[in-house]
Protein backbone atom coordinates (compact mmCIF):
# COMPACT_ATOMS: atom_id res chain seq x y z
CA UNK A 1 0.00 0.00 0.00
CA UNK A 2 1.32 3.35 -0.76
CA UNK A 3 1.34 6.35 1.32
CA UNK A 4 0.57 9.60 -0.57
CA UNK A 5 0.95 13.53 1.07
CA UNK A 6 -1.32 15.48 -0.19
CA UNK A 7 -1.88 19.45 0.77
CA UNK A 8 -5.38 20.46 0.46
CA UNK A 9 -6.29 24.57 -0.25
CA UNK A 10 -9.31 25.37 1.44
CA UNK A 11 -11.38 28.63 1.35
CA UNK A 12 -14.27 29.36 3.50
CA UNK A 13 -15.20 25.87 3.80
CA UNK A 14 -14.59 24.84 0.16
CA UNK A 15 -11.52 22.55 -1.26
CA UNK A 16 -10.18 24.94 -3.99
CA UNK A 17 -7.14 22.49 -4.79
CA UNK A 18 -4.88 19.60 -3.97
CA UNK A 19 -1.05 19.42 -4.19
CA UNK A 20 1.25 16.91 -3.52
CA UNK A 21 4.12 19.80 -2.57
CA UNK A 22 3.55 22.11 0.57
CA UNK A 23 5.23 24.85 -1.47
CA UNK A 24 2.64 24.68 -4.36
CA UNK A 25 -0.16 24.68 -1.94
CA UNK A 26 1.42 27.69 -0.07
CA UNK A 27 1.70 29.16 -3.61
CA UNK A 28 -1.47 29.13 -4.47
CA UNK A 29 -3.09 29.68 -1.01
CA UNK A 30 -0.59 33.04 -1.03
CA UNK A 31 -2.69 33.67 -4.55
CA UNK A 32 -5.84 33.40 -3.29
CA UNK A 33 -5.29 36.37 -0.60
CA UNK A 34 -3.86 38.60 -3.52
CA UNK A 35 -7.10 38.05 -5.35
CA UNK A 36 -8.95 38.12 -2.43
CA UNK A 37 -7.17 41.82 -1.61
CA UNK A 38 -7.33 42.95 -5.44
CA UNK A 39 -11.17 42.44 -5.17
CA UNK A 40 -12.41 45.66 -3.74
CA UNK A 41 -9.71 47.51 -5.33
CA UNK A 42 -11.51 46.32 -8.65
CA UNK A 43 -15.11 46.74 -7.13
CA UNK A 44 -14.39 50.48 -6.47
CA UNK A 45 -13.52 51.34 -10.17
CA UNK A 46 -17.10 50.23 -10.97
CA UNK A 47 -16.03 48.93 -13.95
CA UNK A 48 -17.18 45.63 -13.54
CA UNK A 49 -20.91 44.71 -13.14
CA UNK A 50 -21.01 41.23 -13.16
CA UNK A 51 -19.16 39.60 -10.09
CA UNK A 52 -18.07 36.60 -12.08
CA UNK A 53 -16.35 39.22 -14.11
CA UNK A 54 -14.70 41.06 -10.94
CA UNK A 55 -13.67 37.93 -9.47
CA UNK A 56 -12.11 37.12 -12.95
CA UNK A 57 -9.94 40.09 -13.30
CA UNK A 58 -8.74 39.86 -9.31
CA UNK A 59 -7.43 36.05 -10.54
CA UNK A 60 -6.16 37.51 -13.46
CA UNK A 61 -3.98 39.97 -11.91
CA UNK A 62 -3.02 37.87 -8.84
CA UNK A 63 -1.94 35.42 -11.10
CA UNK A 64 0.17 37.73 -13.39
CA UNK A 65 1.47 38.88 -10.48
CA UNK A 66 4.99 39.36 -11.55
CA UNK A 67 3.86 41.32 -14.84
CA UNK A 68 2.12 43.63 -12.48
CA UNK A 69 4.94 44.62 -10.85
CA UNK A 70 6.93 45.06 -13.76
CA UNK A 71 4.41 47.05 -14.97
CA UNK A 72 3.72 49.20 -12.20
CA UNK A 73 7.62 49.33 -12.14
CA UNK A 74 7.57 47.94 -8.63
CA UNK A 75 10.18 45.75 -10.17
CA UNK A 76 12.56 45.14 -12.68
CA UNK A 77 11.97 42.76 -15.61
CA UNK A 78 14.66 39.56 -15.82
CA UNK A 79 17.02 39.83 -18.25
CA UNK A 80 16.60 37.05 -20.54
CA UNK A 81 19.83 34.58 -20.97
CA UNK A 82 21.81 35.39 -24.24
CA UNK A 83 21.61 32.30 -26.09
CA UNK A 84 25.06 31.41 -28.04
CA UNK A 85 25.35 31.65 -31.86
CA UNK A 86 25.46 28.29 -33.55
CA UNK A 87 29.35 29.71 -34.51
CA UNK A 88 29.83 30.09 -30.74
CA UNK A 89 29.03 26.89 -29.68
CA UNK A 90 30.72 24.85 -32.23
CA UNK A 91 33.58 27.36 -31.13
CA UNK A 92 33.49 26.71 -27.95
CA UNK A 93 33.26 22.66 -28.50
CA UNK A 94 36.25 22.72 -31.03
CA UNK A 95 38.33 24.79 -28.02
CA UNK A 96 37.15 22.41 -25.86
CA UNK A 97 38.53 19.13 -28.05
CA UNK A 98 41.63 21.06 -28.21
CA UNK A 99 41.93 22.03 -24.23
CA UNK A 100 41.46 17.89 -23.98
CA UNK A 101 43.94 16.91 -26.17
CA UNK A 102 46.20 19.24 -25.15
CA UNK A 103 46.35 17.37 -21.90
Not at 72 to 94: C, H, S, W, Y
Amino acid sequence: MAVVTQYVVIRDGAEKMTFTSKAEADAHDKMLDMAEALTPLIESSELFTDDKQLEDMAMFLAKERENVLIALGAKKPKKPKAEKTPAEKTDNKAGNKEATKAA
